[in-house]
């Protein structure tokens, strides 16, 4: 029996491992389980104010706090995984169980972003992987990858259950940048939108060159991230200023993904994509990199895959999908992906671990 549920993350800003990481506590708290929420580094308020949960900053009285018989500790990140690993250490019946969600495939992930440095983290981050009672990962890549890395033995240690959302409906107070997303709507524009932290995986570059072969196309950017720089070149260098928005980060994305005739995830690799599924809940047609990673997600049928690479294809692409029938996609992600069905993955797993002696 689960008699407590403590949740460690980073902080509670709007990226989507934290939103993912919120969503799942809040639905199990629903099921009259004790929750507590623990953060590693600044506190940012929640974006989404639905949760209203209340979070603390880990402190080493929180060793003693989470002390319960029968509760599950979830973790979310290096440093969180790092500060579950310690309060297991310290935990000498071994009462809890300690369970982490791992939210991207860590070594492309840390080598893009850290580079050499991050691979200190990667074998650090393996040392925390090996000593939890359960590692949850978003796909079945991202399982047989930690397989490999970890041993054979762990495979019944890693759980595969993906991302879930239910979407508030976005707000539409208009500003400066929904004028100009309307006003190119009038011109009979076909409106692209990406959400994301703007790194080069997230392959935002390949529609920028996209764009060259489609004037019709208008490109909204939402997000900010170390790569703007070089992408605001691509933008001057191939000569589609006209053709590109930048919004910058913005606690209301999805006021402008709504308004998007297609989305795009032209993204080298990712764990679960909550834009994708951010996406297809505001029923957006989507375009999506044809890679194996990305396959299993939905039905093949139900998404347009392309070589991102291409700008011809993915400018074909898009000119396909902005028509596409979306209510199939759109019933499948109520169906498999909604935060309550993640929940009771999540549950089963929690009670399976509560339940081993």
Same mark, same amino acid.
């Given at each position: ?142 399982? +047989?990858?930690?397989?490999?890395? &970890?041993? *054979?033995?762990?495979?019944? %240690?890693?759980?595969?259950?993906? @991302?879930? !959302?239910? $979407? ?101 690799? +990712?764990?679960?994509?909550?834009? &994708?599924? *951010?996406?297809?809940?505001? %029923?957006?047609?989507?375009?999506? @990199?044809? !890679?194996? $990673? ?64």
């Amino acid at each position: 029996m689960i008699k407590s549920y403590t949740l460690i993350i980073p902080n509670s800003d709007s990226r989507s491992p934290n939103k993912v990481a919120l969503n799942i506590y809040s639905s199990i708290i629903k099921q009259g389980i004790v929750g507590d929420i623990l953060y590693t580094n600044k506190y940012i308020e929640a974006i989404d104010k639905r949760k209203k949960q209340p979070v603390h900053k880990f402190k080493l009285k929180n060793l003693y706090s989470v002390r319960i018989s029968g509760s599950i500790v979830h973790s979310h990140g290096f440093f969180p995984d790092l500060i579950s690993s310690i309060i297991k250490i310290s935990d000498f019946k071994n009462k809890n169980k300690y369970v982490t969600t791992v939210h991207s495939l860590l070594k492309d992930d840390l080598l893009e972003s850290k580079g050499s440095v991050g691979m200190i983290y990667f074998y650090i981050w393996k040392i925390l992987l090996r000593s939890k009672d359960a590692v949850v990962v978003l796909n079945s890549h991202a399982k +047989e990858f930690l397989v490999n890395e &970890l041993g *054979e033995k762990f495979r019944k %240690k890693i759980e595969v259950i993906p @991302n879930g !959302i239910d $979407l508030i409906p976005a707000t539409m107070e208009p500003d400066s940048f929904t004028s100009k997303i309307n006003a190119q709507k009038k011109r009979g524009k076909t409106i692209v939108c990406t959400v994301s932290v703007i790194r080069e995986m997230k392959g935002l570059h390949h529609v920028i060159r996209a764009l060259s072969q489609d004037k019709n196309i208008y490109y909204v950017i939402v997000g900010d991230g170390p790569y703007l720089s070089k992408l605001q070149e691509d933008v001057a260098r191939f000569k589609v200023q006209d053709q590109v928005l930048f919004v910058g980060y913005s606690d209301c994305a999805l006021k402008y993904l709504s308004m998007a005739d297609v989305f795009v995830l032209a993204s080298s690799f +990712e764990g679960f994509p909550m834009s &994708l599924l *951010e996406a297809v809940s505001l %029923k957006v047609p989507c375009v999506v @990199n044809d !890679i194996p $990673l990305f396959h299993e997600y939905f039905p093949l049928d139900m998404i347009e895959y392309c070589d991102v690479k291409s700008p011809i294809s993915l400018a074909s692409a898009i000119k396909k999908s902005a028509n596409r029938n979306v209510d199939n996609i759109y019933n499948y992600a109520r169906l498999n992906y909604s935060e309550d069905a993640i929940a009771n993955r999540y549950l089963q797993l929690f009670s399976k671990l509560s339940n081993k002696v």
